[in-house]
């Protein structure tokens, strides 16, 4: 997973596996500190981020390598 920085904003970006697509999860620099800093559950730093994002940003994996990791079905 790459992270990039631009104009306050953050981005956590890879290649997936899967679909060959770049997948992509931003997040202001505020959330960037807190998550990287802190304790604090990700879904309480990022509320409105869906599962499948926040997800992305703690293990590094896309939604459908996830789920062809561990056969689930994916989410709506």
């Given at each position: 997973?790459?992270?990039?920085?631009?104009?306050?904003?953050?981005?956590?970006?890879?290649?997936?596996?899967?679909?060959?697509?770049?997948?992509?999860?931003?997040?202001?620099?505020?959330?960037?500190?807190?998550?990287?800093?802190?304790?604090?559950?990700i879904q309480y730093i990022a509320p409105r981020m869906s599962p499948e994002d926040r997800e992305f940003i703690i293990s590094g994996h896309t939604p459908e390598e996830w789920n062809k990791l561990f056969n689930e079905p994916k989410t709506p």
């Open positions: 997973m790459t992270i990039k920085m631009s104009e306050g904003r953050v981005f956590f970006m890879k290649t997936c596996s899967v679909t060959k697509k770049e997948y992509k999860v931003e997040v202001s620099l505020t959330q960037f500190v807190r998550i990287r800093s802190s304790k604090e559950p």
